[in-house]
């Protein structure tokens, strides 16, 4: 199992150019998330699919569309890049199973270093 | 608003003394606390997960306590190793989502 791929591991982007991120899980998990790490800010959540089918907004969606596209990929998209944007984003996966305390663990990918300039 | 609170400063210790980190809330009632460890260039990993209405977790040398009343968790490491220097991040659980904490980095020099 590769657990939670993510690509690309690098991306320069110009302010304004438009970009994909994407995020693939193969331990057949229900819910799929999206966050960015930035220093001294943490990890803040941009938006999540609980289920195939689902998208809702997280703490810092604005700037951002996400697309789950079947039960193992979860998009991120960038319409119009800003510097603000610049950060390393996240993808993570958790299975969700009314009752079952392991459930709640989410797994991550390694990550997407994005810069825009 | 809630808000999650960990020592900002690093934290150095010398191998083989106990490492004790801290997780603060405010404005939440978790029915989880997780804590995770972040290397540098990598992706947090799950350690721990503590319920409400459980004082203390143990896996090997990580202890986990969860005081709903003081709104505290203190994260320790037994007998630390260099191995365990790293980013600890603590979250609180919500049915569907997790809240970060900032982290707080741990140094064990040999």
Request: charged share 20%; proline share 5%.
């Given at each position: 199992n590769a657990g939670v791929t993510q690509t690309p591991k690098f991306q320069v982007l110009k302010t304004g150019q438009s970009m994909t991120l994407q995020c693939a899980q193969d331990m057949n998990h229900n819910s799929m998330y999206w966050?960015?790490?930035?220093?001294?800010?943490?990890?803040?959540?941009?938006?999540?699919?609980?289920?195939?089918?689902?998208?809702?907004?997280?703490?810092?969606?604005?700037?951002?569309?996400?697309?789950?596209?079947n039960k193992r990929e979860f998009s991120l998209r960038l319409e119009s890049a800003?510097?603000?944007?610049?950060?390393?984003?996240?993808?993570?996966?958790?299975?969700?199973?009314?009752?079952?305390?392991?459930?709640?663990?989410?797994?991550?990918?390694?990550g997407t270093r994005l810069t825009v300039t | 608003s809630q808000k999650i609170e960990q020592n900002s400063e690093a934290l150095n210790i010398q191998e083989g003394k106990t490492a004790t980190l801290t997780?603060?809330?405010?404005?939440?009632?978790?029915?989880?606390?997780?804590?995770?460890?972040?290397?540098p260039g990598r992706g947090p990993v799950f350690?721990?997960?503590?319920?409400?209405?459980?004082?203390?977790?143990?896996?090997?040398?990580?202890?986990?306590?969860?005081?709903?009343?003081?709104?505290?968790?203190?994260?320790?490491?037994?007998?630390?190793?260099?191995?365990?220097?790293?980013?600890?991040?603590?979250?609180l659980s919500g049915y569907s989502t997790l809240t970060f904490g900032k982290g707080t980095m741990l140094l064990v020099s040999p």
């Open positions: 966050y960015r790490q930035d220093p001294g800010m943490g990890l803040r959540l941009i938006y999540y699919s609980a289920s195939e089918g689902t998208t809702d907004k997280g703490e810092v969606p604005n700037g951002y569309n996400v697309s789950r596209l800003a510097p603000s944007q610049t950060s390393v984003y996240f993808c993570a996966s958790r299975i969700l199973a009314v009752g079952a305390l392991s459930s709640y663990e989410q797994y991550f990918g390694p | 997780c603060n809330y405010t404005n939440y009632s978790p029915a989880y606390l997780q804590w995770y460890r972040q290397d350690l721990l997960l503590i319920r409400e209405n459980e004082k203390e977790k143990r896996k090997e040398r990580l202890k986990v306590t969860f005081d709903t009343t003081l709104k505290q968790s203190l994260f320790h490491i037994t007998a630390s190793q260099p191995a365990d220097s790293a980013t600890y991040l603590c979250a």
